[in-house]
T-cell receptor, first 111, second 114 residues
Framework: TQLLEQSPQFLSIQEGENLTVYCNSS?????LQWYRQEPGEGPVLLVT?????EVKKLKRLTFQFGDARKDSSLHITAAQPGDTGLYLC???????????FGPGTRLSVLP | EAGVTQSPTHLIKTRGQQATLRCSPI?????VYWYQQALGLGLQFLLW???????NRGNFPPRFSGRQFPNYSSELNVNALELEDSALYLC?????????????FGEGSRLTVL
């Protein structure tokens, strides 16, 4: 069974601060995705990373896939209240297999 | 274009009853996934259907079952409901693009078991 761990579990910061959340596994994933879920809604895809060492930027969000494809990080610069939500990472172990999700990091950005 | 739609939005049942949840994927998507999200927790994988076949199943008891219809819509059935089955049940669809496909989620069906 592929297991994904995320840290921290909860994070509360002030508007304008920077933050990094982590997604780790002891197993290798062929690809990894980050989703954000807001209250009352389903998760929405932010990014997919497939190559070890890959870095992708989405405005103030920077995603990195570890060289060994076992971990990933999400860095947010100058956080805003609109960034508040549950951040979930999801990994696909092999081709043709479904994604498994981590437990999520619940981020609260206070104005 | 319509997104993934789920029904009902809310469902209240008592222990021992059966619940049926429904999902309509985005037009053109052949894969449907079901996840359980207990309050405050992440998503636990339940079932994956593609082209009418069950492709994979998560670590849930057999009383969780489902099917996919020829129009690719799907149904999740939970028999002999237990209190711990109370959760948000999320359905997602994707085009069958193996491991890089984006999952498009519905807003979920919240099941409460009393």
């Amino acid at each position: 069974t592929q297991l994904l761990e995320q840290s921290p579990q909860f994070l509360s910061i002030q508007e304008g601060e920077n933050l990094t959340v982590y997604c780790n596994s002891s197993s290798v994933f062929s690809s990894l995705q980050w989703y954000r879920q807001e209250p009352g809604e389903g998760p929405v895809l932010l990014v997919t990373v497939v190559t070890g060492g890959e870095v992708k930027k989405l405005k103030r969000l920077t995603f990195q896939f570890g060289d060994a494809r076992k971990d990933s990080s999400l860095h947010i610069t100058a956080a805003q209240p609109g960034d508040t939500g549950l951040y979930l990472c999801a990994g696909a172990p092999n081709y043709g297999q479904n994604f498994v999700f981590g437990p999520g990091t619940r981020l609260s950005v206070l104005p | 274009e319509a997104g993934v739609t789920q029904s009902p939005t809310h469902l209240i049942k008592t222990r021992g009853q059966q619940a049926t949840l429904r999902c309509s994927p985005i037009s053109g998507h052949t894969s449907v996934y079901w996840y359980q999200q207990a309050l405050g927790l992440g998503l636990q994988f339940l079932l994956w259907y593609d082209e009418g076949e069950e492709r994979n199943r998560g670590n849930f008891p057999p009383r969780f079952s489902g099917r996919q219809f020829p129009n690719y819509s799907s149904e999740l059935n939970v028999n002999a409901l237990e209190l711990e089955d109370s959760a948000l049940y999320l359905c997602a669809s994707s085009q069958r693009t193996w491991n890089t496909g984006e999952l498009f989620f519905g807003e979920g069906s919240r099941l409460t078991v009393l």
